[in-house]
């Protein structure tokens, strides 16, 4: 524990010891400065009233930045419940016009306001931010509003409005997590990187086989996958209408609860032959028989009992990207799952085939990868060439 915090902050640090296993511990000491007894009470009641970690942890992040900001746009903590006033402050501070901001430099986040925040780390966005992540913010704003018995004024008219012409004024096109899908061949070339026997080889090998194979898991249920919820099933044909073609190992991950289903639905997907084989190979190299199946590996290859963050999952992906002679920038964790559908569409997969085994539930969202694949290669595109 840090030996820099004292009184109220330390004993909040204490307090968010309880939750190491959702937040980041580099991120307590600073959320314990950010925020209020209050808060740490409010987090700590939704851990025990079962939220996903994956929420939970977005939540406290989404807190810490409200608490900073009203901080340092009012020199008050955050007020319950936040008068409309403040909701509408908080949406002109990160949702402006550019191009107003070039004539108008009182148009925006003052800079008064913005200097201490980039202080912290907590903003770096040089423009506005993103609408989403406003929106984001601002229900969690919301939800905690009611989670502490208070109503808010986030429904109100003048809200809703204000929300609507700043992000018409921004003029913003939603932009997908991953720059770029990560398609079968691109899945090769991270695959080749994976090529020996070594610990971290063979974990990253598993890693990106399962999240690929499974529906293109997201980073969070890589990072809380754990060995029970691995279920062996019966070998299933290479080709299923030939008896006579070769068997091939089958498994059944059991996702739990997901950002699209909760926990008593049974989620899962299944996986079938190299995926499954690499899989095991990693279990029987680790040792590992019980708990996280992917772990932490440090520099002498001792193998941890945590699981791998969300985090560090992404940060697999892209070091993999790097040793492959691609960019790691124009890629994510988020661009397997996108890769998944892209090359379910490349292969002719049924859309709700790829949807069941991926645990997408808006059929548009889900569908854009197959449009996309159908405009690149139809004759609507090719009228003039």
């Known amino acids: 524990m840090s030996n820099s ?17 959702i937040l980041p511990f580099d991120r307590r000491d600073q959320l314990a400065a950010l925020l209020t007894d209050e808060d740490v009470a409010t987090l700590k009641h939704l851990a025990t009233e ?7 942890r977005a939540f406290a992040s989404d807190l810490g930045y409200l608490e900073a900001w009203c901080m340092a746009a009012t020199e008050g903590p ?17 949702l402006w016009d550019p191009a107003r901001r070039e004539i108008d430099p009182a148009h925006g986040m003052p800079a008064d306001v913005e200097a201490p925040l980039r202080s912290q780390g907590l903003l770096r966005a040089t423009g506005p931010h993103a609408p989403a992540t406003v929106k984001r913010r601002l229900t969690t704003w919301s939800v905690l509003t009611k989670w502490r018995g208070l109503e808010g004024d986030f429904l109100a008219s003048s809200v809703r409005a204000a929300l609507r012409l700043a992000v018409r004024a921004q003029a913003r096109p939603r932009g997908r997590k991953s720059q770029s899908a990560i398609t079968g061949d691109v899945l090769s070339r991270l695959l080749a990187t994976c090529a020996t026997d070594r610990l971290a080889d063979l974990r990253d090998r598993a890693l990106l086989l399962t999240a690929f194979a499974s ?6 249920e890589l990072a809380a996958l754990r060995v029970d919820d691995l279920i062996d099933d019966e070998p299933v044909h290479e080709n299923p209408n030939d008896p006579n073609s070769r068997q091939m190992p089958c498994m059944i991950l059991r996702l739990g609860r997901t950002k699209t289903t909760a926990a008593d639905e049974d989620a899962r997907a299944v996986m079938v032959g190299r995926p499954v084989a690499a899989l095991k190979a990693w279990l029987a190299a680790a040792g590992i028989e019980t708990g996280p199946v992917f772990r932490r590996i440090d520099q002498w290859g001792n193998i941890d009992r945590r699981p791998l ?16 002679g691609l960019d790691p920038a124009k890629f994510s964790a988020h661009g397997l799952r996108a ?9 002719g997969v049924p859309l709700q085939q790829a949807m069941q085994q991926s645990q997408h539930r808006s059929l548009a969202q889900a569908a854009s990868y197959y449009n996309d694949e159908n405009r690149r290669n139809g004759k609507a595109a090719r009228v003039v060439i």
């Open 309 to 324: 963050t969300p985090q560090a999952v992404n940060l697999i992906l892209k070091s993999r990207c790097e040793k492959a």
């Open 339 to 347: 890769g998944y559908l892209t090359e379910a569409a490349n292969l």
């Open 5 to 21: 915090l004292s009184g109220p902050v330390l004993a909040r640090a204490e307090q968010l010891d309880a939750l190491d296993a």
């Open 50 to 56: 079962g939220m996903g970690e994956n929420t939970l």
């Open 215 to 220: 529906g293109g898991r997201r980073r969070s």
């Open 78 to 94: 955050l007020p319950w419940p936040a008068p409309q006033s403040l909701v509408l402050k908080f949406i002109a501070h990160h």
